[in-house]
């Protein structure tokens, strides 16, 4: 059977529906993601580094889901508050000082007055300059410049020593916030990394980088991928148990701050 009549035949691959419910916690508000999945059997709730879930099975009303919401508000508390206590540093206040985290660190915060938003780092730690009229969305774009930045300039440093044993090099980079993944390569040679490298140690980050490349060579995780690894990064193993341990904090942070 060709390609095109197994697609025409096939079912459609289930789609989900997606929104976002603002709802009022403690002294805060959070957004809870509401997705509506055809093969869910019940509704759920769930906390992980990405936020919160309320996911709704086919035949259950967004009033349901808000009760359910309802009821479970001591134990979503509970949740968060967990997430929050894996060492995340407080959330920024605009003007007020503060800690970012970078390259494994935690490192200070001050602002200054300025024409626009723009942050950046000095003998003393950062500073970020900031406009009267500077508002949530400038502070979120602020960190984002800032991070993919840094994230480039580590890159741009180590990519050259790797680069005479591969076929070829990146076709192009792409930088995320990935939910699971800390990179990937696609087909065509353009290879993604996880914003949130940049936060953690760089002998972390620089191993995932010579991962992604070792893809050049070996497009799987065979034992003979794993051998371009060893050859290029003998230390691999020490970084994945870091990620293993400080992995999921590292994306919460991220995902605190943009």
Same mark, same amino acid.
């Given at each position: ?6 697609? =025409?035949?096939?079912?459609?691959? &289930? ?5 976002? %419910? ?12 509401? *997705? ?15 936020? *919160? ?17 309802? $009821?479970?508000?001591?134990? =979503?508390?509970? $949740? ?15 003007? @007020? &000082?503060? $800690? ?44 984002? @410049? ?8 580590? %890159? ?9 044993? =591969? ?13 699971? $993944?800390?990179?990937? =390569? ?11 490298? *940049? ?60």
């Amino acid at each position: 059977m060709s390609g095109f009549l197994r697609r =025409l035949i096939s079912p459609a691959a &289930p789609t989900l529906q997606r929104d976002t %419910v603002r709802l009022r916690l403690e002294d805060a508000e959070i957004d809870v993601l509401r *997705v509506r999945d055809p093969r869910a059997r019940r509704i759920k709730l769930s906390v992980d580094e990405r936020g *919160v879930r309320l996911t709704l099975p086919p035949r259950a009303s967004l009033v349901m889901g808000e009760r359910f919401l309802e $009821q479970h508000r001591d134990w =979503l508390s509970t $949740q968060l508050r967990s997430y929050q206590a894996h060492n995340l540093p407080p959330p920024l206040v605009i003007g @007020e &000082p503060g $800690q970012l985290p970078l390259r494994g660190e935690l490192v200070a915060l001050r602002w200054e007055s300025g024409r626009f938003a723009h942050l950046e780092r000095d003998a003393a730690g950062l500073v970020m300059h900031w406009p009267a009229r500077g508002n949530e969305a400038t502070l979120r774009r602020s960190l984002r @410049e800032f991070y993919e930045a840094q994230t480039r300039a580590d %890159v741009g440093q180590w990519l050259p020593r790797y680069l005479p044993g =591969l076929p070829r090099a990146p076709a192009r980079l792409r930088l995320k916030v990935m939910s699971s $993944q800390w990179g990937s =390569l696609a087909p065509d040679g353009s290879m993604a990394l996880d914003l949130a490298l *940049v936060l953690g140690r760089p002998s972390a980050f620089e191993y995932v980088l010579v991962h992604e490349l070792c893809h050049l060579i070996q497009p799987n995780h065979s034992p003979a991928f794993w051998a371009e690894v060893e050859k290029r990064f003998p230390a691999w193993q020490d970084e994945r148990d870091y990620f293993q341990r400080e992995g999921r904090r590292l994306k919460a942070m991220l995902r605190q701050l943009l």
